[in-house]
């Protein structure tokens, strides 16, 4: 890839995780006993703007976090992972978002998020950021935040001519007319699955093709580890996965997105850029907690010279 930085700007939500280990995930009704408790700073929004900083880009950041003390180790993580925060916001009215994680010995999981402040993210906040998205080279989004707010600032990228990325998770209803301001969706395979309506299983290369016919520019499906897969009106590209020794997969979309917003800030192809996110989610698994996950773009370089993809 190119050798320049690139400014990745993100709008999204920041999160506090409290992660149980567990040797089985619970099923309904039951309960399991856990082996340890952790406080890891977390959050869609905020994880994947320290991957793209951890990779090398210039980040800046803009959200919502409470007058708590979670809301102050989320400020400092951010700030020591060398993300701009000076667009976050303290918010007196309400408490930082809280994820609640269990991780199973094989690194599985599954996640409950309380948004907080998160929900009160707003286009107002958007607007006091502008200047600065509009001086970057990609604007990162994700739907832990009101989706009025999301929308508007896709519409507002897209007036900058920014490059828009759509991290469409947490899966939910999402009116597809969003599609026309955006340049690249990346869902997972259960979300492409529900955003085209074709449900699960899906074969996520089929869902994505439908995608792209309703108007998106590109669709990047995430397959854990099996990959991703890239669909765009040119055809489909099938991102091979990097082996791993999977720990704790909490982060591992996040630090897809993180470093493929990265890839393309510095100039990468679709393609390319997604080959560099791929071998980052690799490195990710194998350590704990989200944004504690995230490796340096040396690391993810360094794989990259010396594994080829399984």
Do not use: W
């Not at 997972?188 to 074969?203: H, I, K, T």
């Amino acid at each position: 890839m190119p050798e320049s930085s690139g400014r990745v700007a993100v709008v999204g939500s920041a999160n506090m995780d409290v992660v149980a280990r567990v040797h089985t995930l619970p099923e309904r009704g039951a309960t399991v006993m856990g082996s340890s408790l952790a406080h890891s700073p977390g959050g869609k929004g905020a994880n994947q703007a320290v991957a793209a900083a951890r990779a090398g880009s210039e980040v800046v950041f803009v959200g919502r976090v409470g007058a708590d003390p979670y809301g102050a180790g989320l400020m400092e993580s951010l700030q020591e992972s060398g993300v701009s925060a000076q667009f976050v916001t303290v918010d007196p009215r309400v408490p930082s978002g809280v994820a609640l994680i269990l991780v199973d010995d094989d690194g599985q999981n599954i996640i409950a998020v309380i948004p907080g402040a998160n929900g009160e993210v707003s286009p107002e906040d958007v607007d006091r950021a502008r200047d600065a998205i509009s001086s970057c080279s990609v604007l990162l989004l994700q739907l832990e935040i009101p989706l009025e707010t999301v929308v508007h600032a896709a519409r507002a990228g897209r007036e900058a001519g920014v490059k828009v990325i759509l991290n469409p998770a947490p899966a939910g209803e999402l009116n597809l007319d969003v599609l026309h301001l955006i340049d690249i969706l990346v869902p997972n395979q259960d979300e492409v699955g529900r955003l085209s309506g074709m449900g699960s299983p899906v074969d996520p290369a089929s869902a994505a093709r439908m995608l792209v016919d309703a108007g998106a520019p590109a669709v990047v499906v995430t397959l854990g580890d099996e990959g991703a897969v890239v669909v765009d009106r040119h055809g489909e590209t099938v991102v091979p996965p990097f082996p791993a020794h999977a720990v704790d997969t909490t982060g591992a979309g996040d630090a897809f997105v993180g470093n493929l917003a990265h890839g393309l800030a510095r100039g990468a192809s679709l393609y390319e850029a997604a080959r560099f996110a791929s071998a980052a989610a690799a490195l990710s698994v194998e350590r704990e907690g989200a944004q504690a996950s995230m490796p340096a773009g040396a690391e993810t370089r360094a794989l990259l010279a010396r594994a080829a993809p399984s």
